[in-house]
DNA sequence: GCCAACGTTGGC
DNA sequence: GCCAACGTTGGC
């Protein structure tokens, strides 16, 4: 089991819009980024905890944890020419860009900010701290994650 | 709206 | 395969 961070800007999809969706669960599609691609296709399983991360936001942090509920498969976005994540490149046979299904595990009682964490020294290794990451999926280490789930005000995590 | 830091594209 | 130009991300 793996642990996760994913971006996601609140104005388009933020954790109060999962909260709303059927199951709770929606599909994370428009990853147009391959070595992010990768992580889906390669690397997540059902069943991985992800921290739910509002960028673009104010102020951006992390609101929640959601559960990868579906295995990587076809963003259908890129099949469609209206949609704004459209890659003419791909097609149904061959599809170049993947998406998993995520599902609502616990909203932090405590959102926790990004100033905040910039001053905890203990999170000195979260990669999305490191200067310069835009990646919009990237790996959390247990530690940081049951640390940042205690912030949050969840226990037991 | 600015801009630093990336990733991608495409000519050569 | 290099690399300049361009586009995007995302905090501020």
């Known amino acids: 089991m793996r642990y996760w961070l994913l971006k996601s800007e609140p104005d388009v999809f933020g954790f109060a819009d999962l909260k709303k969706r059927p199951h ?9 980024n ?9 690397e997540m399983q ?3 905890l992800g921290l ?3 960028s673009n936001a104010t102020p951006p942090g992390i609101a929640g944890i959601i ?9 259908d976005l890129q099949f469609d020419p209206q949609s704004d994540y459209y890659d003419p490149k791909s097609s149904p046979e061959n599809p170049r860009w993947l998406m998993v299904d995520v599902t609502l595990e616990a909203e932090f009682s405590s ?22 990451n835009r990646l919009s999926i990237t790996p959390v280490a247990a530690r940081d994650f049951k640390y940042l789930c ?3 005000g969840l226990k037991n995590r």
């Open 34 to 42: 391959y070595q992010a691609r990768n992580f889906m296709r390669d």
């Open 67 to 75: 559960r990868i509920s579906r295995a990587a498969y076809p963003d």
């Open 52 to 54: 739910f991360y509002h």
């Open 111 to 132: 959102f926790i900010t990004l100033e905040q964490m910039r001053a905890d020294p203990r999170l000195a290794d979260l990669l999305i701290l490191r200067r310069g």
């Open 24 to 32: 709770q669960t929606e599909p994370w599609n428009g990853i147009r």
């Open 150 to 152: 205690k912030l949050g």
């Open 46 to 48: 059902v069943g991985d």
